[in-house]
């Protein structure tokens, strides 16, 4: 559902090429790690442009075809997955109580594991924000990565054994000279950049695991840190580690995964999480973690909600009109222009119908020209959740707003213009999943869309029909019962934890807490990482730690730029500026790609 079943030449090159970096450089490891594993993310980002330039060249097609034995996303996992040796059996020592988990789960932990050792991540801003104001019981503690990653650096004896293990790899026979990625002019210089990153982020992580007594780990991705080299981690120390679905995903966000278990919104994800290799005793249908609060949210009415926008083009309701709220999504701004075309036409052709329009963040297209007395803006100072409510149907092409559509028995209609390609968001059939889980009325054009609205205002039966198909579609993207999602997932890591397999043993060393120098958030105390009731942080604060990263980011540039007209040299203490700096940008613009 979540991608198509055709391997097309988009997947054999994307994967085709990770394979090549898999094995031209399976020799830098570091710490067990196979650190090319850990570079999916910005490698796919890298290759993007020669893949977009190759992926219709049917004869170079065929011929990596022929080369790679990929024949499905099945085959991709098999051969990508590369375990690593595991060195340590943690996960069977009983004294291993703690479970580790992202900031971003903190209200998870807090319902369902106040009784339990939790070290709960801060790796980026979205942890941060779930974790500001939070109370935590004394069994709680806070580990940031994000702070240790702007005072770390790569061990020197490392950074030369793995370069040069680089360039052994670019000169060996069928190397660099020959391969149409690793030939690249830039490729040498980024892949040590990444190498040396990566360095950095296993010291830390495998000294979190070495420190504290984890014995689980949940995270929501393996596509970038810290998921990516916790799941290697795990594996090499014999840990669980639980790969929990946070959104709607696709192959190029999944696979490969390393996980050793899956806790999915339901049985639409565990069937395809199957078809791609997954063993099925891995797969735990929880729920969604992420969604089962939204009636919480919902503060406001549709009366009000009309009212206020009814009010801004100085119009009186004569009547309840029909609402179709349209939630936009990060597709190029043709595509979104398009829709708001058909909408356009709605109205125009069905005066009863008000069209409230919601625009996805990432969403760059203008909406004001498209404004008039029936079709709005969404104000502000409405939740989501207020505006999916006060709708009688969610038009969407791909969004997980038709999902918490149908949490509140609302109808779906599932838009389907033509989409072109797209590296990102339409490589393998992805954004047509509404439609071929039938969860609504599928609409094509301008026309589709006027008849679609016109017999659910006049044919009898028609819009409890629609609603209906949209419950039948969500239970087969949520599992329920008489457990919340967090009960559920709460059961699964206890079992984990309480294995009966798990033997009790002495623990010799005395974990070795975060560090007490300074801290540089805003907000926080400088005390131990781990006391996490120190964290007392506002929006102002956070927009302020933004700004300030990108103020030093200029600060650094313009140094450097200096020591460059003046021909000073650049020391080792710069460039180690230069690297954190990376990494942090890296951090922010992944979590919130990712999350997309």
């Known amino acids: 559902m979540f991608g198509g079943d055709e391997f097309n030449a988009h997947l054999l090159l994307r994967y085709g090429y990770t394979h090549d970096l898999f094995e031209r450089f399976s020799k830098v490891v570091y710490k067990g790690v196979e650190l090319p594993l850990t570079l999916l993310r910005p490698y796919h980002v890298l290759i993007r442009d020669f893949i977009d330039r190759k992926r219709e060249d049917e004869s170079f097609v ?222 735990v249908q929880v729920g969604s973690l992420r969604l089962e609060h939204n009636d919480r949210r919902i503060q406001k009415t549709r009366e009000q909600l009309l009212h206020e926008c009814c009010t801004k083009q100085k119009q009186k309701l004569k009547q309840a009109p029909f609402v179709l709220v349209y939630t936009t999504e990060s597709y190029p701004e043709s595509i979104n222009f398009t829709v708001m075309k058909w909408m356009k036409k709605l109205v125009r052709m069905i005066p009863d119908v008000q069209v409230i329009v919601r625009p996805h963040p990432s969403d760059k297209l203008s909406y004001e020209s498209f404004v008039s007395e029936r079709i709005h803006l969404a104000p502000s100072g409405y939740d989501l959740q207020d505006i999916l409510n006060a709708s009688d149907c969610v038009a969407t092409i791909s969004s997980t707003t038709a999902i918490e559509g149908a949490m509140l028995k609302k109808g779906i209609i599932v838009l389907q213009p033509e989409l072109p390609y797209d590296y990102h968001i339409n490589y393998n059939g992805y954004p047509y999943f509404l439609d071929r889980g039938q969860a609504g009325p599928v609409v094509h054009s301008a026309r589709e869309l006027v008849d679609c609205i016109a017999a659910l205002l006049s044919r009898e039966g028609e819009p409890e029909a629609v609603v209906q198909a949209g419950q039948k579609f969500l239970r087969q993207m949520l599992f329920t019962d008489d457990r919340t999602p967090s009960q559920r997932m709460g059961e699964l890591v206890k079992r984990l934890l309480d294995d009966e397999s798990r033997q009790a043993s002495i623990r010799t060393e005395e974990p070795n807490h975060a560090s007490t120098n300074e801290s540089l958030l805003p907000g926080v105390e400088g005390k131990r990482m781990a006391d996490l009731n120190t964290i007392r942080i506002s929006l102002k604060d956070f927009l302020i730690m933004e700004l300030h990263t990108l103020n030093v980011a200029e600060e650094v540039t313009n140094l450097l730029a200096a020591k460059v007209r003046e021909d000073q040299i650049i020391t080792n203490q710069d460039i180690k500026l230069v690297k954190n700096l990376r990494i942090l940008v890296d951090s922010y613009t992944n979590t919130i790609e990712n999350q997309k």
Not at 137 to 149: A, K, R
Request: with cysteine.
């Open 62 to 283: 065929e011929r990596k075809r022929e080369q790679w034995s990929f024949r499905s996303m099945k085959d991709v996992q098999r051969q990508l997955r590369r375990l690593p040796l595991q060195q340590e059996d943690w996960g069977k020592d009983a004294s291993r109580d703690m479970i580790l988990l992202c900031g971003q789960y903190v209200d998870f932990a807090l319902s369902e594991l106040s009784d339990r050792r939790v070290l709960l991540l801060h790796s980026n801003p979205y942890d941060l924000r779930a974790l500001q104001g939070k109370s935590l019981p004394s069994t709680f503690e806070v580990y940031s990565l994000h702070e240790q990653l702007l005072r770390s650096s790569a061990p020197q004896q490392a950074r030369a054994e793995l370069f040069a293990l680089i360039d052994e790899a670019l000169a060996a026979p069928g190397g660099a000279a020959e391969h149409e990625i690793f030939s690249m002019p830039r490729f040498p210089e980024w892949m040590r950049s990444c190498i040396g990153q990566g360095i950095v982020l296993v010291d830390l992580l495998e000294g979190v695991l070495k420190q504290y007594p984890v014995g689980a780990i949940m995270d929501h991705s393996e596509l970038i840190y810290p998921g990516s080299i916790l799941s290697l981690l795990a594996r090499s120390y014999g840990l669980s580690f639980i790969n929990v679905q946070n959104h709607l995903t696709s192959d190029a966000s999944m696979i490969p995964t390393r996980a050793t278990h899956y806790a999915v919104w339901g049985p639409s994800m565990a069937q395809w999480l199957v078809e791609r290799g997954i063993d099925a005793s891995s797969i």
